[in-house]
Nanobody, 123 residues
């Protein structure tokens, strides 16, 4: 499966962005989908995930209540709605998928990755 992440940009603190992760080659319904992010000089960190079956969602504590992950299986696309953005949310955001039973919250648990999209939040 190939993944294409988009929707990043420059936004002021308190603003919103919606990231998209479009899949091709395979149907997204068979995969757990996650978003990770990586800021300069830092390790890649888990942001949110949604399961492949019942659509159960998981969030890191740092984004819970501000970000929402969703999926549209008909469009073969997953989304990350980001509200109330903060400067510390600045990073390159990556979408990733796996077809494992365990949804996973660490990068090694994901098998396919998109190319990343830059999100910059100004103060």
């Amino acid at each position: 499966v190939q993944l294409q992440a988009s929707g990043g940009g420059l936004v002021q603190a308190g603003g919103s962005l919606r990231l998209s992760c479009a899949a091709s080659g395979r149907t997204l319904v068979n995969y757990n989908v996650a978003w990770f992010r990586q800021a300069p000089g830092k390790e890649r960190e888990f942001v949110a995930a949604i399961s492949r079956t019942v659509g159960r969602t998981y969030y890191s504590d740092s984004v819970k209540g501000r970000f929402t992950i969703s999926r549209d299986n008909a469009k073969n696309t997953a989304y990350l709605q980001m509200n109330s953005l903060k400067p510390e949310d600045t990073a390159v955001y990556y979408c990733a998928v796996n077809d494992r039973l365990r949804i996973g919250v660490t990068p090694p648990e994901y098998d396919y990755w998109g190319q990343g999209t830059q999100v910059t939040v100004s103060s």
